[in-house]
């Protein structure tokens, strides 16, 4: 029977291409709305192919009931999987993302949060405090004292705010305000200083950018549950289905993930330092926003230094990574050529390499052990260069995945605009490409 699905999955997801070659590219219809729209996480997905993919899978493949996430990021996955009707399960090692979709993931009291802004304002507007509510080595460097100390006038006003679901609401809100008047430039994901003549140029209200935010992100509240409630999807201003978010290492464990139906992931291409760093982007904020509205049992450690997620995250640890990952080798030609290819370059190129790919390794382990039988995975993830050269990540991926008895269905490629690079002090612009690799779980 499996294989009947694996073969109409297959030509459902290639016809596309017949008409148009750079279909799953999505060009022009991208746009990121409603609640896909509230914060601006690095590298998220396109949400109408993550939608349209699922939407094919429910069509094809009977009986899906819960689809997992276990790199969510900034959930949008999960708000795709909502507005399909199924359980969701999501996890990331990003104390900030998993706030993140918590927010999206609902309540919808749209009756109560008119109200709720408006007392929040006239708090803000009150608040004369020149007390600094936050306490971290840095917080001078990253932020002009005027800034500082309206961003702890609002976060005094959210701090007194009765209702949790409000409170995370404001803090994403508070979040985006950091990120655009904090002293660090927003044209690449790592902390980088604005130069000084600009800081000094800079007449930034943290209070006034807090208003606009929430307003907007107010109007994208609304829509989302409009689209909720057309779809029969809330009830009592709660989605219907069951939503469960975590956070924690994928290459660990995924908390709660057994037996799902469906994973539909974007994994990091690499280490956090050297590629996208998550956590290092969400420093800042997370600077300021309570532990406890996150969630009560979070682990102090995680803002112990800046890179400090990122060291938790995919190849974050490259102490022994070369030898730990030679196992692989028997597993992946592709690896065990990429390794030789960098053989002569420093020696973190190589512990890199082999320290993200053990960790993606142990993380299919841990992926395929949580979904059921005959389930499908779509995998959506590009190739990277380590040391100038071209590491075929996809291809590594697909060889481990079918070391573990899956079976590759389809691998479909699309282009994707980088328009933002985690390293150079200025904004690029360069055409990328990543797969999307269709497996199904045979074993
Ligand atoms: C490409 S992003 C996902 C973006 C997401 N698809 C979206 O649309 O926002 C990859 C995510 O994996 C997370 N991550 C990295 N290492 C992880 C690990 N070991 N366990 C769980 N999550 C991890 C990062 O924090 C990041 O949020």
Redesign the pocket.
């Known amino acids: 029977m499996s294989d009947k699905y694996d073969k109409i999955l297959q030509t459902r997801l290639e016809s596309y291409i017949k008409d148009d070659k750079d279909y799953w590219s999505f060009r022009g219809k991208a746009a990121r709305e409603h609640a896909h729209a509230y914060f601006q ?5 396109v949400p109408q192919m993550q939608g349209q993919l699922m939407s094919i899978m429910k069509e094809v493949v009977p009986n899906i009931k819960k689809v997992l ?9 999960m708000t795709e999987a909502m507005l399909q009707d199924f359980d969701f399960v999501g ?4 104390p900030f ?1 998993y706030l993140l979709c918590k927010v999206k993931s609902g309540p919808f009291f749209i009756n109560k949060i008119d109200s709720k802004v408006q007392l929040i304002n006239e708090r803000i507007d009150r608040y004369k405090s020149l007390k600094i509510e936050a306490n971290f080595a840095g917080l001078n460097k990253w932020f002009q004292p005027n800034v500082s100390i309206e961003l702890s006038q609002i976060k005094k006003a959210i701090k007194n705010e009765s209702s949790t679901w409000a409170r995370r609401f404001f803090w994403i809100a508070l979040a985006e305000t950091i990120r655009l008047t904090s002293n660090c430039r927003t044209s690449t994901f790592k902390l980088h200083i604005r130069p000084k003549e600009e800081i000094e140029k800079r007449n930034i209200s943290a209070k006034n950018t807090f208003k606009d935010i929430l307003y907007r992100n107010i109007d994208r509240f609304s829509k989302i549950y409009e689209l909720l409630c057309q779809k029969k999807l809330l009830r009592n201003g709660h989605y219907k289905r069951q939503i469960d978010l975590n956070i ?4 660990a464990e995924i908390i709660n993930g057994e037996e799902s139906d469906l994973l539909i ?4 291409y690499g280490d ?1 330092r050297t590629t ?1 760093p ?2 290092q982007y969400s420093y800042l904020p997370l600077q300021w926003i309570p532990s406890c509205d996150i969630t009560p049992k979070l682990a102090a450690t995680y803002l112990k230094t800046t890179s400090e ?1 990122d060291r ?3 190849g974050g640890i490259q102490k022994d990574a070369i030898s730990k990952s030679r196992y692989l080798c028997n597993v992946s030609s592709t690896f065990e050529r990429a390794m030789n290819k960098l053989e002569n370059d420093p020696l973190d190129c190589q512990a890199r390499l082999a320290s993200f790919c053990t ?1 993606i390794d142990s ?1 299919i382990k841990v992926i395929t052990d949580s979904l059921k039988p005959n389930s499908y995975m779509i995998w959506i993830l590009g190739n990277r260069r380590i040391a100038n050269k071209n590491i075929p990540l996809d291809t590594i991926l697909s060889e481990l995945l079918t070391e573990k008895g899956a079976k590759l269905i389809a691998n479909l490629k699309r282009k994707i605009l980088n328009k933002r690079s985690a390293n150079k002090n200025n904004t690029t612009s360069t055409i990328g490409s990543e797969s999307i690799l269709v497996f199904r779980k045979t074993a």
């Open positions: 996480y690095p590298a998220m997905m996430d276990p790199f969510v990021g900034s959930g949008t996955s996890q990331d090692v990003n993302a924690g290492n994928t290459a992931t974007s994994p990091p956090n996208v998550y956590g997620i938790q995250s995919l960790d993380s």
